[in-house]
């Protein structure tokens, strides 16, 4: 059985992340509904981090193309980065890069936090909370409680 580690609320509707039997899982509704939610907070585990942007300004696009992913395979205070080998092999490729390829490549470049970094529950609720508008919540006993 899949086990949700993360629900997330953006403009387009509820979506969620976790683990289940083959690895990590993936699931978008493009429903904003209430119910959505408490279907998603049913199957999560206790603690689960849960966060509405929907009235999130144009930082929480930011954030979301530029900043890390969420891993559910990582502990709450992991971090999977992009390594020094990663950056030189996309410089090598750069010159071969056309468009929005080559958009990514240079913000994979950065030495801070980029789109192809990955880190856990606990420094991915850091990253949403410093941003203005995210409400921040999580499951327990299949409810989510969101703080004040």
């Not at 939610?37 to 530029?66: C, H, N, P, R, T």
């Amino acid at each position: 059985m899949d086990v949700l580690k993360l629900i997330g609320k953006g403009r387009n509707g509820w979506h969620a992340s976790g683990v289940g039997q083959w690895g990590t899982v993936s699931c978008s509704s493009y429903d904003t509904r209430e119910e959505q939610l408490l279907k998603f907070a049913a199957q999560a585990e206790d603690g689960a981090l849960v966060y509405d942007a929907s009235k999130a300004g144009a930082e929480f696009e930011v954030m979301v193309l530029s900043g890390p992913m969420f891993d559910p395979k990582l502990p709450p205070d992991g971090v999977d980065r992009f390594t020094k080998d990663d950056r030189a092999a996309m410089a090598r490729m750069m010159p071969g890069l056309g468009g929005g390829f080559k958009d990514l490549a240079k913000a994979g470049m950065r030495e801070t936090f980029c789109g192809f970094d990955k880190v856990g529950s606990k420094i991915y609720e850091e990253i949403l909370s410093a941003v203005p508008g995210v409400r921040i919540g999580h499951v327990h006993g299949g409810q989510v409680v969101w703080k004040e």
